[in-house]
């Protein structure tokens, strides 16, 4: 099974920017959709980002269109998510994951990384 690991979570203020890693261990990442969902303490699990494997197609939530970017470099088997002009809404636990096919749906994802935390203050 594929094994991800995120990074690169921080404390920010308001209009700063992060960028975050996701490593595969597996073999599989090249032929495999990524995506990035995150999760506000109280609240669901949300879609931010998703890339298809060979990162020709990619889709944002209306939330972060325009402010995020989702890459990624097979080569090295991981995956980025460049967040700019960051709010405080944007504060959660960071996670990526990946599956078959690109999907905003969490149930769509095999492979869950631990979650990296990013917290957005004035």
């Known amino acids: 099974q594929v094994q991800l690991t995120e990074s690169g979570g921080g404390l920010v203020q308001t209009g700063e920017s992060l960028r975050l890693s996701c490593t595969a261990s597996?073999?599989?990442?090249?032929?495999?959709?990524m995506g990035w969902f995150r999760q506000a303490p109280g609240k669901e699990r949300e879609f931010v980002a998703t890339?298809?494997?060979?990162?020709?197609?990619?889709s944002y939530a209306d939330s972060v269109k325009g402010r995020f970017t989702i890459s990624r470099d097979n080569a090295k088997n991981t995956g980025f998510l460049q967040m700019n002009s960051l709010k405080s809404e944007d504060t959660a636990v960071y996670y990526c994951a990946v599956g078959g096919i690109s999907a905003v749906t969490t149930t769509a994802y095999a492979y869950w990384g631990q979650g990296t935390q990013v917290t957005v203050s004035s």
């Open positions: 890339i298809s494997r060979s990162g020709g197609i990619t």
């Open positions: 597996g073999s599989t990442f090249s032929s495999s959709a």
